[in-house]
């Protein structure tokens, strides 16, 4: 298929960004056996940031492939916080009825080291890494909830049903919460969650829930708000020790590719928060 080639002249002064393409992919584990090299994360911190495409492909497990590359960094680098920014404009009509342009203005906020997604195991109680991870990531959420105009945020739980982390979430969340008492907080449920965003989307602003709550509400949110093709999202180190990793939320869209039709908004949106 058609390959767009492009000049990159640097110039002077501010000009310079030095990119460097690392082969990280499906192909060069069916090539070497390895999708990244054994030093692949020391690699990566010699970098500022890194801007990852997607991973996925016919000729490997899913399971594979996630956990050696794109799982391997989130989670191993403490890319602690995954933000996922969805928006509607006149451009991208919502799927919604009676949506104006920007009553969809929301920032997902992912607990992206821990959680359902890494069997966490006995890690659910005080004094555990789940603990470390609830209470950083709740910081960060008020902080960014903070940076609003509308300084409001809603806190997804399932604590209801859920035993496994879920009641400690809630207690961090109100802990943390005393120490911005200029933030609006509440918490939603996240079944009910996905009707408060259909049914009332304007009154939704920052948004933080746990991994796998985010995974499947952040689908959610792009798809209302036209399309998931175009999501974007920043794997951030806040303590930036670490290089952030920006990608798009979609994946490798096999059943598209080579056909001229992918749209690259996802990929541009999310450098352009690698650039911020
Ligand atoms: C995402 C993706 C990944 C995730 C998959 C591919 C492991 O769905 O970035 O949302 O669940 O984190
Ligand atoms: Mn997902």
């Given amino acids: 298929f058609k390959t767009y080639r492009i000049a990159t002249i640097p110039g002077d002064g501010i ?18 056996g390895k999708y990244m090299p054994d030093d692949g994360l020391n690699v990566l911190k010699t970098f500022d940031a890194g801007i990852f495409g997607a991973v996925g492909a016919p000729e490997a ?23 996922r920014p969805v928006k509607n404009s006149p451009k991208l009509p919502s799927l919604l009825r009676g949506v104006e342009d920007g009553d969809i203005d929301w920032l997902l906020v992912r607990e992206n080291s821990e959680g359902e ?12 890494p789940w603990e470390a991870a609830t209470e950083r990531i709740m910081r960060f959420a008020f902080d960014t909830a903070r940076s609003h105009p509308r300084k409001l945020l809603t806190v997804v739980t399932k604590s209801n049903a859920m ?35 259909a049914a009332n989307p304007e009154s939704l602003d920052t948004i933080v829930g746990t991994n796998l709550h985010i995974d499947i509400l952040s689908d959610l949110a792009a798809a209302l708000a036209g399309s998931i093709g175009i999501a974007a999202s920043s794997n951030l180190d806040p303590t930036r020790k670490n290089p952030s990793l920006f990608e798009p939320v979609h994946g490798s869209a096999f059943d598209i590719t080579g056909k001229g039709i992918a749209n690259p908004v996802a990929t541009l949106w999310s450098a352009s928060k690698m650039l911020d």
């Fill in 15 to 32: 000009g310079p960004l030095d990119f460097t393409e690392l082969d990280w992919s499906t192909a060069r584990y069916k090539k070497t």
């Fill in 61 to 83: 497990p899913d399971l594979i492939s996630l956990w050696n590359l794109l799982l391997a960094i989130r989670g191993p680098m403490q890319l602690y916080a995954n933000v």
């Fill in 117 to 128: 997604c890494r069997g966490q195991g006995g890690r659910t109680h005080r004094g555990t």
């Fill in 163 to 197: 035993l496994n982390g879920m009641v400690l979430w809630d207690e961090v969340a109100a802990e943390v919460a005393r120490e911005y008492p200029d933030v609006k907080w509440d918490k939603m449920l996240v079944d009910a969650m996905t009707v408060r965003m």
